[in-house]
């Protein structure tokens, strides 16, 4: 085809066709840019085909996730509202006027569970790599923005339940220097156990067991936090399964 073209051109100049050789040219360049054109064509659907199967594998990836994540959710809500309802029968316990000294080391000693909960979420690498390589920006660019906000918001939740959890350890470490906790693996037990709670100040059990269960209350603060990532997560798997099901 190359040969042709030249030997067409070559006879225009020989035979001094100057305006036909004008208007070959020109359709020449215009084949040139439509085989251009058709090339970038061919090209640009190659590309689309190639994200459009990446952002369908990535939205199964991302399904399959946020779907643990909700279980996760749902097990950390039913957790943390147990140890709410246990606090608050404690509280309503202490704070009857038949509440004695007594009262509060039964409670202290024996019933009060000084376990707390962190939150970590668990299914990340695979939003984490989507970012590194760039492919959750192949997302429709408002669903893209709604993948960053929620995990985002996994990253707070986190930072927060560290933070409110280091609070909690600092009570429980300066409780322990007076008092000690239900824990099941006391070296010490028996009459020796005993004799930590004899001629006990109630105003410093009072005060020290008060900022203890404030501590582990203010650590659970999270919980709305999951019911409302709960619902948004919710509403992106609408939105991915739309997608997978394309």
Known sequence: MIKLFRHIRKRLVTENKFSKYLLYAIGEIILVVIGILIALSLNNWNTEDRNKKIVTKNSKILIENLEKDSVFCKSKILAIQKQENDLSSLQARLSSRKATLDTLIKIARYEFNPLALTINFQNENAYK??????????????????????????????????????????????????????????????????????????????????????????????????????????????????????
């Open 129 to 246: 790599t989507m970012v590194l390589s760039g492919e959750v920006n192949l997302f429709d660019s408002q669903l893209t923005q709604t993948i960053y906000d929620l995990y985002r918001k996994h990253e707070f939740i986190e930072k927060v339940s560290e933070d409110n959890f280091k609070v909690y350890v600092d009570a429980v470490q300066n409780y322990q220097e007076s008092y000690s906790l239900n824990v099941g693996i006391n070296t010490i037990n028996g009459p020796l156990q005993d004799l930590l709670w004899q001629d006990v100040s109630a105003k410093d059990l009072i005060a020290k067991f008060d900022k203890l269960t404030v501590a582990k209350r203010i650590n659970y603060g999270r919980k709305a936090d999951l019911e409302k990532m709960l619902k948004e997560t919710s509403a992106l798997l609408v939105e991915l399964r739309k997608i997978e099901n394309q």
